[in-house]
């Protein structure tokens, strides 16, 4: 059974930074490309940033490049974000998935931006 368990979310006031982590299970991580999407209230899902199996590729979405990281630790089967600079628009609730499956989804951690 596949299973994404997101974490790391919270409230941070502009400028911060939160380090967001997936644990998976249940599938071969070492085997896909993994993505990290967000979805705010009233607005479509976003891709927000993509790493390859082998991490030789890495893309971000316009919106967060410089300022967010993506890693992935294959010996823990975790996939991770780094976002600094936080701004209000990056309030969301993030999810992982793999690249192949964007559909299949964790449920999610709050990521909250406000003074």
Do not use: H
């Not at 009233?42 to 993509?50: F, K, P, T």
């Not at 030789?56 to 780094?82: C, M």
């Amino acid at each position: 059974q596949v299973q994404l368990v997101e974490s790391g979310g919270g409230l941070v006031q502009p400028g911060g930074s939160l380090r967001l982590a997936c644990k998976t299970s249940g599938f071969d991580f070492r085997l896909y490309a993994m993505s990290w999407y967000r979805q705010a209230p009233g607005r479509e899902r976003e891709l927000v940033a993509e790493i390859t199996r082998d991490s030789d590729r890495i893309d971000y979405a316009d919106s967060v490049k410089g300022r967010f990281t993506i890693s992935r630790d294959d010996a823990e089967n975790a996939v991770y974000l780094q976002m600094n600079s936080l701004k209000p628009e990056d309030t969301a609730v993030y999810y992982c998935a793999r690249a192949s499956y964007p559909s299949s989804l964790g449920q999610g951690t709050q990521v909250t931006v406000s003074s």
